[in-house]
């Protein structure tokens, strides 16, 4: 990235995401109880981005989000926020790049082309190069797709997508599902680098150290065994 990268092992990393989870319980976004997933399946938690409301809290989220990439190692010239949350997201997590010494590019996409001014779908730095993709998190990878298309229309390659949390579970084709995550399908069908602040296992592992939530552990734990991928 063309700068000193923090470097943090795969015992920090663990200590980020960790970090990272206490954050989203305490910040309200990652709540517990009974939740109907875009799947119509029955969560027992519920991770909602968009809760992340504040500029203490979004400054925060920044600064996991700049960690766990330069933690990743992965390379990208341009970051690009995909309407709606990812906008927000991705002037955040450049904004906190530029303050550690890694000052990118930042562009974001209209849901409507603008058709006055300096038109288009697409708003900020040109798209060139390598594009990172900051999002909350990846569902179904339709969402990835409709964003690596405008890339390309834009003539860049999209690189890499950064979430912040990996559920880890099954994704679902046609009402069916299927043996693999939205985060596999986005690395091994589209060839895309991900890089999650968090992830399921950190969360179970989190809920099953901590005192004031291992009562929760047991729901999360069963809904990973029925749903849950490696």
Not at 12 to 26: C, N, T
Not at 136 to 161: C, F, Q, Y
Not at 164 to 190: F, H, I, M
């Amino acid at each position: 990235m063309n700068a000193p990268q923090a470097v943090e092992g795969d015992a920090g990393k663990d200590g980020l995401a960790r970090e990272f989870v206490q954050f989203a319980i305490d910040s309200g976004v990652l709540r517990f109880g009974q939740f109907k997933t875009k799947a119509g399946r029955l969560s027992p938690y519920f991770f909602n981005a968009g809760l992340f409301d504040d500029g203490a809290k979004l400054g925060r989220l920044a600064q996991f989000y700049a960690r766990a990439l330069l933690a990743s190692g992965i390379e990208f010239d341009v970051i690009f926020g995909p309407a709606y949350k990812g906008i927000a997201l991705g002037a955040a997590v450049a904004m906190e790049l530029a303050r550690l010494g890694v000052n990118k590019p930042f562009a974001y996409n209209r849901k409507e082309a603008k058709d006055h001014g300096e038109g288009g779908a697409l708003v900020g730095a040109p798209l060139k190069g390598r594009v990172l993709i900051v999002d909350d998190v990846i569902s179904a990878g339709t969402a990835v797709r409709e964003s690596m298309a405008l890339i390309r229309a834009a003539g860049a390659t999209p690189h890499a997508v950064a979430i912040a949390l990996d559920r880890q579970e099954k994704a679902v084709e046609n009402g069916q599902d299927v043996p693999w995550s939205a985060v596999q399908y986005v690395r091994g069908t589209l060839g895309l680098q991900v890089c999650a602040i968090a992830k399921l296992a950190h969360l179970l592992h989190h809920l099953r150290v901590t005192a004031d939530f291992s009562e929760f552990y047991d729901a999360v734990a069963a809904y990973r065994d029925r749903y849950g991928v490696e």
